[in-house]
């Protein structure tokens, strides 16, 4: 199962009851964030997951309302003791403007990596050392923690959508691995997916496992104009989280010019792309109660919830 709060859902400017863009993900004890606007640090303080084992944090842009939250959590999770490295990966552009961030917090009790990325896809294993990141292939597709895709945008600036895949291990298949002539000693490696040789012969996780079973996906678009691209990229999302800059149809002309959306439009994409549910965020200071809106979205795609802060979902193995 995988667990998710949104700490912050407000764009532009934090307001007094919303922080800005933040997202953050629990798995296995281990926590990533995506997005670090102002506020995350007093959201998480509130929310009471801790700070000292996040890993990960992706970026979407490196707009300040999705970035200047970030010196005063990395300060933060020092203080709470972390020693182990970090990673921080966003678009282009990302590299520079973390050099510029990381001269207000000049000392940390840990290293932060910095990866700048375009569209790829990556396996993510989590460890007690903090993360470490692989490139995807056909062998290792079902055996790490999360896979991590991406995919670049349509915003005034290098930008980013981001889908979260925890897979399933096929299922163990004791017949097989008896056929196969796989001593129980290696059962449990093989069924963690790492080969063994054992005796001179060589026993791979294919001889005790079979079959494929479906894993989580968690999808998070922001700061975007609707393209083609999208739904086959979200496409059998559990979960869509989709910002939804403007919820008033007549701000059609204001979410093209600064290149966000309608929640018509990203209730389109959660159709188009066959999603199970659609979680409206990064809403406009222009809107007050985005639920006033809510209509927009729920005629073109029912399942539709409206964000708020520390709003809390638990995803589970379909």
């Not at 000693?185 to 963690?192: G, N, R, V, Y």
């Not at 479906?214 to 739904?231: H, W």
């Amino acid at each position: 199962m995988l667990d998710l709060a949104l700490l912050g859902t407000g764009g532009s400017m934090p307001m007094p009851e919303r922080f800005l863009s933040s997202l953050l993900i629990k798995y296995k004890g281990r926590k990533l964030l995506i997005d670090c606007g102002e506020g995350t640090q007093v959201s998480m303080r509130l929310l009471k997951w801790g700070f000292k084992s996040l890993d990960l944090i992706l970026i979407s842009h490196c707009h300040g309302d999705h970035i200047l939250g970030l010196p005063g959590l990395l300060t933060t999770i020092g203080n709470a003791g972390r020693e182990e490295p970090m990673v921080i990966m966003g678009p282009q552009g990302i590299s520079n403007i973390m050099k510029g961030l990381l001269t207000a917090i000049p000392y940390l009790p840990y290293d932060v990596h910095i990866a700048e990325v375009s569209e790829l896809s990556i396996m993510v294993n989590f460890n007690d050392n903090g993360v470490e990141l692989k490139e995807l292939d056909e062998g290792n597709k079902s055996h790490g923690d999360l896979i991590i895709s991406t995919l670049e945008l349509d915003h005034s600036s290098p930008c980013i959508g981001y889908s979260l895949y925890v897979p399933r291990r096929p299922k163990f298949n004791p017949q097989k691995a008896i056929s196969n002539g796989v001593p129980k000693k290696l059962w449990k490696s093989l069924q963690e997916g790492k080969p063994v040789t054992y005796e001179g012969k060589t026993f791979e996780p294919s001889m005790v496992l079979e079959g494929k079973r479906k894993g989580i996906k968690l999808s998070f678009i922001t700061d975007t104009r609707p393209i083609a691209t999208i739904p086959d990229f979200i496409r059998g999302s559990q979960l869509f989280i989709c910002e939804g800059t403007y919820g008033d149809e007549k701000d059609i002309e204001r979410a093209i010019e600064n290149k966000h959306m309608l929640f018509s439009e990203a209730a389109r994409l959660a159709y188009e792309g066959e999603v199970e549910e659609l979680l409206l965020t990064h809403f406009s200071t222009v809107m007050d109660k985005p639920e006033k809106y809510a209509e927009n979205a729920l005629r073109i795609f029912p399942n539709t919830t409206i964000g708020y802060d520390r709003l809390i979902r638990r995803l589970n193995y379909p």
